[in-house]
């Protein structure tokens, strides 16, 4: 078995271990940011910027592939 490393699009750590979109990663680091970081937060804007980024960018991928 190959272990990929990944450098994750936050906070930019390279970890093997996370949620990954279209090979974007997301280390479990920021992803428990990501869930705990309060609605009102500033940081919670700008993560959920990142997320939907790569799901608009996942959406057109898939979308092209559906063609
Ligand atoms: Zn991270």
Same mark, same amino acid.
């Given at each position: 078995m190959i272990e990929q490393t990944h450098r994750c699009i936050?906070? *930019?750590n390279?970890? $093997?271990d996370g $949620?990954? =979109?279209r090979g974007r990663l997301i280390c479990s680091?920021?992803?428990q940011e990501l869930i705990n970081t309060q609605v #009102?937060?500033?940081a919670y804007q700008s993560y959920k910027? *990142? $997320?939907k980024? $790569?799901?608009k960018e996942a959406i057109t =991928? #898939?979308?092209r592939l559906n063609e």
């Amino acid at each position: 078995m190959i272990e990929q490393t990944h450098r994750c699009i936050f906070c *930019g750590n390279i970890t $093997i271990d996370g $949620i990954q =979109l279209r090979g974007r990663l997301i280390c479990s680091e920021c992803e428990q940011e990501l869930i705990n970081t309060q609605v #009102d937060e500033p940081a919670y804007q700008s993560y959920k910027q *990142g $997320i939907k980024a $790569i799901w608009k960018e996942a959406i057109t =991928l #898939d979308s092209r592939l559906n063609e």
